[in-house]
C-alpha cells in the first residue's frame, strides 16, 4: 500500500512539474506579456488609424457647456446659476478681478479653473464675462 502511495505522489508531483513548466517558453511569454495597444504618432505609419486633430481654442459658451454647467446651470453646491442676476450682482461687488482671480484658483466647492484643466487664465475670464453677459 505505502509503495502505491509513493507511485501516486511520484505521478502527481511529475504531473505538476511538467503542468508548470508548460507554457514558460520564450514564445509563450512574449505572446501572454504583449501590448495590448500601440502608440502611433503623427507622421508614423498608422495602418488604418488616424491621428487625433487639435481642437484649437475653444468659445466661452464651449468651456461653459462643458465645464461650467454641471454646477452654473444647476445652483449645485452653492454656485451662482446663469441667468440669476441678484447673485451675479452680489459677486460682482467685489470687481470683475476678484471674481476671475476666484474662478481661476477656486473659491468654496469650485476648483481651480472649475473643471477646465485645459483652459487657459483667459479663457476662464471670457467664460465668467459670458456667464455675467447672460445673467443681466
Request: aromatic letters at 2%.
Amino acid at each position: 500500500m505505502k509503495s502505491l502511495v509513493r507511485v501516486m505522489m511520484l505521478a502527481c508531483l511529475s504531473l505538476m512539474v511538467l503542468t508548470a513548466s508548460a507554457g514558460m517558453d520564450k514564445k509563450s511569454i512574449d505572446a501572454r506579456t504583449m501590448p495590448v495597444g500601440k502608440v502611433c504618432l503623427e507622421g508614423e505609419d498608422c495602418g488604418s488609424a488616424s491621428a487625433a486633430a487639435a481642437s484649437g481654442p475653444m468659445e466661452p459658451a464651449d468651456i461653459y457647456q462643458a465645464s461650467c454647467f454641471g454646477c452654473h446651470g444647476t445652483g449645485a453646491l452653492g454656485a451662482p446659476k446663469m441667468g440669476d442676476a441678484a447673485a451675479w450682482t452680489q459677486r460682482l461687488e467685489k470687481g470683475m478681478d476678484a471674481l476671475v482671480a476666484n474662478a481661476i484658483n477656486g473659491v468654496n466647492a469650485m476648483p481651480p479653473n472649475g473643471t477646465c484643466a485645459s483652459c487657459s487664465d483667459d479663457d476662464i475670464a471670457a467664460t465668467v464675462q459670458y456667464m455675467l453677459d447672460n445673467s443681466k
